[in-house]
């Protein structure tokens, strides 16, 4: 009987899970919109992924399932849970093991990771006490020109020059695009300014951390084309684009450490 | 068999232990209250008043909340030696309120970072209102805000650092007790400096001396100028108090000053040891309050031999400074104050002991009590050297050179860098110091935090900052995973 393993990323935004088979490879995938009850959220996601996996119907046939994200000790059904860094690292190296940088921008923080040739965390830093920079930061901006985040996205990438954007703020900030917009400052212009203005941010963060090829951007905000390049300009590195959704790194990542632990309980069986 | 036999001594010892240990709080917990009940009944009337004058007084009542924080569960020397040091600190400071509650007129206000030696040989009382803004969060975090909320109300920044954004709230709310004149001085920063105006301001326009401590403080140059400040300081003091310079007793507080310096690098050489006998706040503690508050006494000196007799019977049974412990680490920023006691999480969660940090490692020198003009040099230099004056000043290869010694002599398995979110300074060196310890293959980790105001960072805040270290570099597990979260909003808890 085939047997099948789960990481399940509770994020502050997003809940993402990822089930992989006992040949280690993906067989099914979930994103939603985190609930008020992070328990709730976990449960919901789970039963997606689930839906959408064939040899398996119910979420407690799992033969091991880690839990990770902010409400990882809230997946119920999880046989342990590790810390989001260590996961989000491991579904990077899974992807690409040449990846040594990690840049993951979630909902609501920005850390920068140092990985290391096993896939191991050397290093890494974080900003969780403010919200410019993050992908919360995105949607306020995208709201102030009334556009989806891919449309803001897009916009910013017909950019003819970059309007600096001053504020460090996501009120502030918020301010300062709205009375641009009313100067009638060319939107995209603005737009590239508000992803330089991240960038500019990731990059103090990341220099902290220590800038090591090859670098790749985790976290919904990787879709981001427009922040990819800012990002690009200011660490004047090319930005690796994974070839797996690069949301879903930290439950492709619990999912394989589910794997491995499933091996190791096995093997002291 | 024999391992039941050995569980069974091993039940017998942890039982031993426990009842020891509550023996020795118990001792202590009787020793503080004694002290702050003496200090009460020496002048009742004026404590009485002065409780609803300086409220801060009440909070310092609750001391032995502090003590309780400090040293709950903990094991080995270190164990004994916080609760000795915390009666000690809680007899001093009730000793130091009840003189200046006395004595008014005798009173003199000095910034953190003046030789209070000085103030003592000329029979006069020094009152550092700095201390009561490290101490209060130390006993309730929240014992402060109303202070904080003071100082920003009057236009104070609330992005500067909150210890002399804290001083200053104290001055204006006028609960620090009136002196007769006020010594300031651009030492250990800007901060400290800017809030002196506020304070001269609010307490009533007394004289105020300035001390002007050179930058560039290396040569000799600005050695002899500090000097010739120090005498204009003597000058301004026996002009507006009526104390008098006695240089035979500044000799003797100097002498007394040396042998502390003498104790203070024993017990650096002890924790250097492979099983070191002292680390975390048994190390920290003593030597702030020695060479940051208080004047070198006798009483002083005894209680550092007494600490330094306990390092050295530890070291030569081959005894830990505490059990459990796996990690030695360098502490390079100061502690927060409202988690004063993240010492005891440190090493009860994860094992973590801290053989050398920031704040005790500066220049130990002896002064040469020859001449007058020698001990203001030898005096002089001590706080011009000292820690924090330093580091927040000056070239950045003053913060890590010295991080890189330590590095070198201490041996950490990491570097815990308590990043305070208030101290420009210190924050602007920290890719640098990461970068220099990643160099030399020794982890860093990071944890934010506001010195005295744990509503921008509550402890758990700063726990799940460590966890996180400690979990994904360290690869640790801890050693008791019911404290990697703990609910300690409101105090008295942990």
Not at chain 1, 35 to 45: G, N
Not at chain 1, 58 to 74: E, L, M, S
Not at chain 2, 66 to 71: E, H, R, S
């Amino acid at each position: 009987m085939k047997k099948f393993f789960c990481g399940c990323d509770v994020g502050s935004t997003y809940t993402k899970c990822v089930i992989l088979d006992d040949e280690e490879k993906i067989v099914s995938n979930a994103t939603i919109r985190s609930k008020m009850d992070p328990c709730e959220s976990a449960r919901l996601v789970l039963l997606e992924a689930v839906k959408n996996a064939d040899g398996i119907d119910d979420p407690k046939d799992f033969a091991y399932i880690v839990g990770t994200g902010y409400g990882r000790t809230q997946v119920e059904l999880a046989n342990e849970n590790i810390s989001e860094i260590s996961c989000h690292a491991m579904g990077v190296h899974t992807v690409n093991p040449n990846i040594r940088t990690i840049i993951d921008i979630g909902g609501q923080d920005v850390k920068g990771i140092n990985v290391g040739e096993d896939g191991s965390v050397i290093d890494f830093g974080m900003n969780d006490k403010c919200a410019a920079g993050t992908g919360r930061f995105f949607e306020i901006m995208a709201s102030c020109f009334e556009m989806t985040l891919q449309e803001f996205s897009d916009l910013s990438l017909q950019a003819k020059k970059v309007v600096p954007i001053t504020s460090q703020c996501s009120v502030f900030a918020e301010t300062e695009v709205i009375s641009l917009l009313a100067q009638k400052k060319p939107a995209a212009d603005i737009a590239a300014g508000i992803q330089m203005s991240v960038a500019k941010r990731c990059f103090v963060m990341i220099k902290r951390v220590g800038l090591e090829e090859e670098v790749t951007v985790t976290g919904g905000c990787a879709r981001n084309e427009g922040l990819i390049l800012a990002l690009e300009k200011c660490l004047k590195v090319k930005i690796v684009r994974l070839d797996v959704d690069p949301q879903l790194m930290g439950a492709l990542g619990a999912a394989v450490f589910a794997y491995r632990k499933n091996l190791v309980k096995c093997s002291q069986k | 068999m024999e391992v039941s036999k050995e569980l069974n001594i091993n039940k017998k010892t942890s039982v031993f232990r426990i009842i020891r240990n509550n023996y020795v709080n118990y001792r202590y917990w009787r020793k503080n209250w004694f002290c702050m009940n003496m200090m009460a009944l020496t002048a009742p009337k004026t404590i009485f008043k002065g409780m609803f004058k300086y409220t801060w007084l009440y909070d310092l009542l609750k001391s032995n909340i502090m003590v309780d924080l400090y040293t709950n569960k903990r094991s080995g020397p270190n164990y004994d030696k916080v609760h000795m040091h915390l009666s000690f600190t809680i007899k001093s400071f009730s000793d130091m309120y009840k003189n200046a509650l006395k004595n008014p007129d005798k009173v003199v206000i000095i910034q953190n970072m003046v030789p209070p030696q000085i103030l003592h040989a000329m029979g006069l009382t020094s009152v550092v209102p700095e201390v009561a803004a490290v101490v209060l969060p130390k006993i309730d975090q929240f014992a402060g805000v109303r202070y904080l909320d003071a100082a920003e109300s009057k236009g104070l920044p609330g992005d500067t650092c909150g210890l002399p954004r804290l001083t200053a709230g104290i001055a204006l709310k006028k609960e620090v007790p009136i002196g007769s004149c006020i010594i300031s001085s651009n030492l250990p920063c800007d901060g400290g400096l800017a809030s002196y105006e506020v304070i001269q301001e609010s307490i009533g326009n007394i004289p105020i001396y300035r001390l002007n401590v050179p930058y560039d403080f290396r040569n000799d140059e600005s050695i002899d100028t500090y000097v010739e400040d120090l005498k204009g300081m003597i000058e301004f003091l026996e002009k507006n108090t009526d104390g008098k310079m006695n240089w035979d007793k500044l000799r003797e507080v100097c002498r007394n000053y040396n042998k502390m310096v003498e104790i203070e690098l024993e017990r650096w050489e002890l924790a250097k040891a492979e099983v070191p006998p002292v680390s975390n706040d048994a190390l920290w503690f003593p030597h702030y309050f020695a060479f940051n508050v208080a004047v070198a006494n006798k009483r002083l000196v005894k209680h550092h031999s007494k600490l330094l007799k306990m390092d050295k019977k530890a070291y030569k049974k081959g005894k830990i400074c505490f059990e459990g412990m796996r990690y030695r680490t360098v502490m390079w920023n100061p502690p927060p104050s409202v988690y004063g006691h993240i010492w005891n999480w440190l090493e009860r969660c994860w094992g973590v002991g801290s053989v050398m940090d920031l704040e005790t490692y500066g220049v130990m020198e002896y002064v040469d009590t020859s001449t007058p003009d020698t001990m203001l040099k030898g005096l002089g230099r001590a706080y011009m050297w000292a820690t924090m004056s330093k580091h927040t000043r000056g070239p950045a290869e003053n913060m890590i050179g010295d991080l890189l010694r330590a590095v070198e002599e201490y041996k950490p398995d990491f570097v815990i860098y308590p990043a305070h979110m208030g101290c420009k300074n210190s924050m602007s060196l920290e890719a640098l110091m990461k970068e220099e310890c990643k160099k030399r293959k020794v982890p860093f980790c990071v944890f934010r935090y506001d010195l005295v105001d744990s509503r921008v960072t509550t402890r758990q805040q700063m726990r799940e900052q460590i966890n996180k270290f400690m979990i994904d570099v360290m690869k640790a597990e801890p050693l008791d995973s019911s404290l990697l979260t703990i609910d300690d909003t409101g105090e008295g808890h942990w």
